[in-house]
């Protein structure tokens, strides 16, 4: 009795598993049935819904959908590999998406299946020319040659391959290489619209907004790709790359403000060379250089400065008034005032300007004009006393009775001396001078008392000086003849 109830428990229990078994089979048959329907009808022989399958197929395709199309035709080709036109649709979905060897192989196994089809050769040969571009241009771009890849993708791979990402940012290197930066940004909002974070767009696109000197939109784009991926090594380099000259240049216009001129100097050499090829915030590192410089009095360096910044933007009017200043510091009066001139010109208005030419056009016009100190070997600060010995010495070197054998040269600069002396040697007419005034018949023959001449044949020069000759052994109001 007992062994027939443990019988019957035992036949229950496995009847149950059965009806289980076959409950959990019926379940993944109808999940296959569900997903695979379109297909399998294509199958049986149904050409609607084959048609059906490929339109869904070409409707993914139109929308960029290119994994779903995908999917479709992979289930399709796996439930029947005769499937011809599978073959044809996934090699043209692939060989859009550049995936080169696995569209060859699919346009080559339908025309196995149709041989002689001509839209199918056409399409593997342009597939084939497509793939050769591709390589011919990532060749080109990594010799260095920027001009060529860039129709070999836009003429011919993005043509066949419209959506091939690898060709697009390859087209988004060129054009930073270019510095079409403007294309650049609108390229990539293309890639980015389709996959919002693909990383290599995200640091292509922060480049070119960085080298317009956009560097907020720069920093965002760099940011938002470290949120993907934190260790990505490019966008690392770039975003920190970025913190750090923003970090110098802050630098130094803080010293500039503080008044602390040369780490002002120091910060923006170090600013500059963090980037040369950033010309868009570099021109600003050269004229606030320029600037500094000027400042602290050297005009060679600031030359230097102020031209580089010029190089870049010739339409810089800061630039160019402080490259006057530059020049009028380097005596290169000339200059100063052409420059000075041309600043004028394009900011009539600026007093600030006018007033910088009005200074180079007078020392412009004193640099034309003999230089008595240079002239008596004295500085501008020597006393009368100073000035006095040195008329002596040279005097006495150049007396015509000394050079017999250059007697015409010794006349030319005793007289010479001579008309130095008797501006420099005046207070009054000294002081005129170094203000600029004209003064130039204020020389020999200007003033009254004793005096000396000389002549040669038969001309005669006479000096006058007030007291006779200065200094000892030259009493006043005697003459020399010969």
Not at 172 to 198: F, M, P, Q, R, V
Not at 364 to 374: P, V
Not at 434 to 459: A, K, Y
Request: hydrophobic share 40%; glycine share 8%; net charge negative.
């Amino acid at each position: 009795m007992h062994l027939l109830s443990f019988c019957s428990v035992i036949d229950a229990v496995a009847w149950r598993g059965m009806v289980y078994t076959v409950f959990i089979l019926h379940f993944v048959f109808a999940c296959q049935l569900l997903l695979l329907q379109p297909l399998v009808s294509a199958l049986d022989g149904q050409p609607g819904n084959a048609a059906e399958l490929f339109e869904r197929v070409s409707q993914n395709i139109k929308v960029k959908h290119y994994s779903e199309a995908l999917n479709d035709l992979n289930a399709a080709i796996e439930a029947d590999p005769t499937l011809a036109e599978a073959y044809y649709h996934r090699g043209s979905v692939l060989r859009q998406l550049c995936r080169y060897e696995e569209s060859e192989k699919n346009y080559r196994r339908f025309l196995e299946l149709k041989p002689g089809n001509s839209v199918a050769e056409k399409e593997l040969s342009q597939l084939l020319q497509a793939q050769s571009s591709l390589d011919t241009a990532f060749k080109l771009f990594d010799s260095g040659d920027y001009s060529k890849p860039l129709e070999y993708v836009d003429k011919v791979v993005l043509v066949f391959s419209p959506a091939c990402t690898k060709a697009k940012l390859l087209k988004l290197k060129l054009l930073l290489a270019a510095k079409d930066y403007s294309t650049a940004i609108s390229e990539s909002g293309y890639i980015l619209k389709e996959d919002e974070n693909n990383l290599e767009a995200l640091l292509l696109r922060g480049r070119a907004y960085y080298y317009l000197a956009d560097h907020d939109v720069a920093q965002r784009h760099y940011q938002k790709g470290l949120r993907s991926d934190p260790e990505h090594s490019e966008l690392k380099k770039a975003y920190f790359g970025l913190k750090n000259l923003l970090k110098k240049t802050k630098s130094a216009e803080d010293n500039v403000n503080k008044g602390k001129l040369r780490l002002a100097v120091e910060d923006y050499k170090a600013a500059l060379a963090l980037d040369p090829n950033h010309i868009a915030h570099n021109v600003h590192l050269h004229l606030g250089l320029c600037k500094v410089l000027v400042k602290l009095g050297r005009g060679k360096d600031a030359l230097s400065s102020c031209t580089d910044a010029l190089d870049i933007d010739g339409e810089l009017l800061e630039a160019l008034v402080q490259r006057g200043e530059a020049k009028l510091l380097t005596e290169d009066w000339e200059g100063a005032v052409e420059d000075l001139k041309s600043a004028a010109q394009q900011s009539p208005q600026d007093t600030n300007i006018r007033e910088a030419l009005m200074r180079a056009e007078k020392a412009l016009k004193m640099s034309k004009r003999k230089d008595w100190y240079k002239i008596l070997g004295v500085s501008k600060t020597a006393s009368i006393s100073e000035i006095k010995r040195a008329y002596k010495k040279l005097a006495l070197q150049w007396h015509p009775d000394k050079n017999v054998n250059n007697r015409e040269e010794a006349e030319a600069k005793f007289r010479e001396i001579a008309a130095a002396y008797e501006v420099l040697g005046d207070e009054e007419k000294r002081t005129r001078f170094d203000r600029g005034e004209d003064i130039e018949d204020m020389g020999m023959g200007g003033g009254g008392g004793g005096g000396f001449n000389f002549g040669g044949g038969g001309q005669q020069f006479t000096f006058h000086f007030e007291g006779g000759f200065p200094g000892d052994g030259f009493p006043g109001g005697f003459g020399f003849n010969f």
